[in-house]
């Protein structure tokens, strides 16, 4: 069973992880000019918890369909799978009106890989 204490941690590896990529790439926007800071910080929270729902979910399906690819690519193709969930949490945000727009195929490659390895560090940080 899943605590609520490792819930939260992977919530706010994600959000950071969100956070880092939104600051690192012109193409991906949290909010709007004019959206204050307390919304933005909501809406990446938010933003979050889909990805989490979408990494728990919807990756470890593709990853086992994707598994031939994975294997001939030496671990290359998860780079896509991960562009990928980045952009059906996209599409998630948007369906449940969140401002989270990444514009571009390189944008989400680019942000895919920096929000697994922030996220990766994030949760080594505080699994402590």
Known sequence: MVSVQRVLITIIANAVALAVA?????????????TGTGEQVSTVLLVGIVLGIVNAIVSPVVKL??????IL???LFLLLVN??????????????????????????????????????????????
């Open 83 to 128: 562009a990928a969930m980045l952009w059906l949490t996209t599409q998630l945000a948007e369906a449940f009106e969140l401002q989270f727009v990444v514009d571009g195929f390189w944008t989400y490659v680019g942000g895919a890989l920096v929000i697994a390895i922030v996220g990766m560090a994030v949760n080594a940080i505080l699994d402590d």
């Open 73 to 75: 690519t030496l671990g």
């Open 22 to 34: 939104a600051v690192l790439f012109d193409g991906i926007r949290v909010g709007s000019a004019s």
């Open 65 to 70: 369909l994707a598994l031939p690819l994975i």
